[in-house]
């Protein structure tokens, strides 16, 4: 049982598909014939058995909309707890009602104090019209989500009552609950009885140093999730970031266990049941009235979407009282697109910054365009095409992969290496710089079909070329005083067809990572000759035919070592994230509605590239 729903646009065909196991959506490229529902499904991986039937009604929509919201948290509550020195048992830490300075100066920290009674935004379930479930709670905005707190001192106390059921009723439903304490007294998450709560925050402040140690319980089935935690915290604000998304990515992957799967697999298939029952007829939908049907859906869908976004419902909801939220949630959607040089007459394959200039690479060969004045500049001809363009602004120099134009007899492509500063002599571009390919060809990539490079923290440039079924590693050399540099050979890896390469650095060294037909491997690139073949490591295995690539995504500043590197294929991406101990990697899986050709990484933004358009999602999503 499925629903899928296909909207037109000038572009692109979008696609959303509703099943019992959860929520797809997929941009198609527009042909001269609409596909067939059997076409759009195999996008899917879905088998089509039975002819699906049209479904009529506008009113659909509201009860899709429904469903959508089963698929898990749009917006966040996360209990809040005191606990003193000593207590072991759930009912000594509910009865607590102290706000100690540091408790208050934490609460204060993660987010902002707000009356209950008349609040018209996400509310987490508490009482926002009778005061019932107490007059004052804390909630903040992380990345576009609510979030609001259950503190449990500011919930209903009741003397007679040792259990406190109604601060229970809160905390316990709560799958996240963050427990504050003021000494390093061990926390032992096993004394709350509840079957919702799987991750408990333990934060303990210290007051010698002021900062924060922070404590992450799961429970056993919840599968590995980011950021990693550093433990003890001085910076603030820094802690109070890394808090939130851990937790906010944590409530995430709880409903991938076990329990919550189960759970919504049954409530969504019952709802798709229902529908099915409601709206699909016995007879078979004709053609009449078209058009009226398109208008009906997209008046109502329209509708719906209006009355989510005015009641805060909708995640981009800029429905905020709070002039503070407003202004953390103004830099989510204010994307700028600039109009830099328009109808250029050629194929652009590549580019990069270089200052205050855009180089460009195109079938009219390569140019330089000053983002300021928008003038252009052509530094070599059509008899010079750029393929991928890499400027390593800390070396001075451009790393240029580039082939003969198609009518040349001899169309194998080169590495060239160009000093920066010989860019911009636009008046003596192609006599000149005809001459200097010649000298700044690496020679012995001839017919290399990919290159990337990497710069360690000791600022030593890497390049690994793909040439043939060989990935070469080059050192870039330049000593002082002798002029421009140049690379040398330094190792090579016979492979596959490789069809995606990158570089990066692990604590155990320099890293490739290459795409083949089959799979996506790992390389460790400081391999001796007598350990080749053992250097070599599978990630993951993908789907034959795939359009493939990779991104390392996640940096450790200090080191420049790589946290994560975002495997992609299809519209699929797996965030293969290492851990601190080398043999441990965890995955998360991101579905895209586009089918990247690449992927940029821009923390704490990723941009999906692909042909339909550009997708922006946050890292922290």
């Not at 058995?49 to 929509?61: D, F, H, L, S, T």
């Not at 009641?311 to 939220?325: E, Q, R, V, Y």
């Not at 990630?539 to 975002?566: F, M, Q, R, Y």
């Not at 495997?567 to 991406?573: D, E, K, P, Q, V």
């Amino acid at each position: 049982m499925f629903i899928l729903s296909v909207v037109k646009t000038e572009e692109h065909y979008r696609a959303i598909l509703w099943a019992k196991t959860g929520l797809q959506r997929i941009y198609l490229p527009v042909s001269q014939k609409m596909p067939s529902p059997h076409t759009i499904c195999q996008e899917f991986d879905v088998n089509v058995v039975r002819v699906p039937r049209e479904i009529k009604e506008a009113e659909i929509q509201k009860d899709l909309l429904y469903i959508e919201e089963q698929e898990g948290a749009i917006n966040f509550k996360f209990g809040v707890l005191y606990r003193k020195k000593g207590q072991s048992t759930d009912n000594e830490i509910l009865c607590n009602n102290d706000i100690t300075p540091a408790f208050q100066k934490f609460l204060d920290l993660i987010g902002e104090k707000v009356a209950l009674k008349g609040f018209n935004e996400y509310k987490g379930g508490l009482d926002v019209k009778g005061d019932t479930t107490g007059t004052h709670s804390y909630r903040t905005l992380m990345e576009g989500k609510h979030i609001m707190f259950h503190v449990s001192v500011l919930l209903p106390f009741s003397r007679d009552n040792p259990q406190q059921v109604e601060r229970k009723r809160h905390i316990g439903n709560d799958i996240v609950n963050i427990v504050f304490q003021e000494d390093e007294d061990e926390f032992d998450p096993t004394c709350f009885l509840s079957q919702m709560s799987h991750i408990y925050a333990s934060v303990t402040y210290k007051a010698e140093n002021d900062s924060y140690l922070l404590r992450v319980f799961n429970e056993e089935t919840v599968p590995p999730y980011g950021p990693e935690i550093a433990g003890e915290y001085t910076d603030h604000d820094h802690f109070r970031r890394v808090l939130l998304v851990k937790l906010m990515n944590g409530e995430k992957a709880v409903y991938e266990t076990p329990q919550f799967v189960a759970r919504r697999e049954r409530t969504i298939d019952q709802l798709l049941q229902e529908i099915h029952k409601r709206y699909v007829r016995c007879e078979e939908s004709g053609r009449k009235k078209r058009f009226k049907k398109a208008a009906r859906f997209t008046e109502k869908g329209q509708d719906l979407k209006f009355q989510k976004i005015i009641s805060g419902a909708a995640p981009t909801s800029k429905n905020c009282t709070s002039l503070s939220l407003q202004r953390k949630l103004a830099h989510f959607s204010n994307w700028r697109c600039d109009k830099i040089l328009g109808d250029i007459p050629h194929k652009i394959h590549c580019a990069d910054f270089w200052e205050t200039y855009i180089v460009i690479g195109s079938d009219s060969g390569l140019s330089l365009i000053n983002t300021q004045t928008s003038e252009v500049s052509e530094i070599y001809d059509s008899q010079f095409v750029p393929k991928q363009i890499i400027v390593v602004e800390e070396k001075s120099i451009a790393i240029i992969r580039a082939e003969k134009a198609p009518q040349s007899k001899n169309k194998s492509g080169y590495i060239y290496t160009f000093d920066l500063s010989s860019l911009t002599m636009k008046s003596q571009c192609t006599k000149n710089m005809r001459k200097k390919t010649k000298e700044e060809k690496v020679a012995p990539t001839k017919g290399c079909t990919l290159v990337s490079t990497f710069l360690t923290i000791a600022s030593m440039l890497n390049m690994s070329v793909v040439k043939h079924k060989t990935i070469q590693l080059y050192e870039w050399i330049r000593i002082p005083g002798q002029g421009q540099g140049w690379f040398s050979l330094k190792n090579d890896f016979h492979m596959g067809d490789v069809q995606s390469l990158c570089m990066f650095s692990r604590p155990s060294g320099l890293k490739i990572c290459v795409g083949t037909s089959t799979d996506f491997l790992i390389i460790d690139a400081e391999a001796g000759e007598n350990n080749k073949k053992k250097c070599i490591e599978r990630l993951h295995k993908h789907k034959e035919n795939s359009s493939l690539c990779i991104t390392p995504v996640i940096k450790d500043e200090i080191n420049n070592w790589a946290l994560g590197v975002l495997l992609t294929y299809n519209n699929i991406s797996l965030l293969e994230q290492f851990t601190l101990h080398p043999d441990n990697i965890f995955t998360i899986l991101i579905k895209w509605n586009v089918k990247p050709l690449h992927i940029h990484n821009s923390l704490p933004y990723l941009m999906a590239i692909g042909q339909q358009g550009i997708e922006i999602r946050m890292a922290s999503n």
